[in-house]
């Protein structure tokens, strides 16, 4: 039962510290997501690739959050530093350009004091 | 960007009930998608609509491409406890870009 996979599940760093996430995605999949979450927001698109190349990272605060997808097994979120704004939770997604649809991992669970 | 008006914002049924939501948007969708978040979890995909007019089930839940593009509904019927969670759609805005514009979610609560 193929699933994406995130780690940590939970996090609790202190404010101005890195904090580092990753992805899995279901081998195959040739689109990757990150999202953010919160009670206020909803579900927000922060970043996403196809075949590994970034192509939208317009949701994303430049200063201090960065993506990547260093190979097709992992894909990457970092924050440094983190604020206590960021805390949220950060769920990974993968899917097929070509159908639109997304898998999601079970999340990462952020929080900044 | 495009956006995705979906609604109610949440609901408060009897176990038991029928459940409808919808969700409408302002351009033409080529893509709905229909997902439902558990607490604790990641969104789940529930039902994938291709086509204008397109009716699909899975299991309970059925949903349904809007003839004219700019919306979809989702129905639930005979609820049951475990049907409580966070329904999100989402859709591709008529774009080739691969990537969705997600609604803000129905929260649903089923009382036993």
């Known amino acids: 039962d193929a699933r994406v996979t995130q780690t940590p599940r939970h996090k609790v760093t202190e404010m101005g510290q890195e904090v580092t996430m990753r992805c899995q995605p279901i081998l195959g999949h040739n689109t990757v997501f990150w999202y953010r979450q919160t009670m206020m927001q909803g579900l927000e698109l922060l970043a996403y690739f196809r075949n590994r190349a970034p192509l939208d990272d317009s949701g994303m605060p430049k200063d201090r959050f960065s993506a990547e997808m260093p190979d097709a097994t992992l894909a990457t979120l970092k924050i440094q530093p983190s604020e206590p704004r960021d805390s949220a939770v950060y769920f990974c997604?993968?899917?097929?350009?070509?159908?639109?649809?997304?898998?999601f991992g079970p999340g990462t669970r952020l929080t900044v004091t | 960007g495009q956006q995705l008006n979906q609604s109610p914002q949440s609901m408060f049924i009897q176990e038991g009930e029928d459940v409808s939501m919808n969700c409408t948007s302002s351009?033409?969708?080529?893509?709905w998608l229909w997902y439902k978040q558990d607490p604790g979890e990641g969104p789940v995909l529930l039902i994938a609509l291709y086509k204008a007019g397109e009716l699909t089930s899975n299991g309970r839940l059925t949903a349904q491409f809007g003839i004219t593009r700019k919306d979809s509904f989702l129905n639930i019927s005979a609820s049951i406890p475990s049907d409580v969670g966070i329904y999100f759609c989402a859709g591709d805005g008529g774009t080739n870009a691969g990537k969705s514009t997600f609604g803000d979610g129905t929260t649903l609560t089923v009382k036993p």
């Open positions: 997604a993968s899917g097929w350009a070509a159908n639109y649809e997304q898998y």
């Open positions: 351009s033409i969708f080529n893509t």
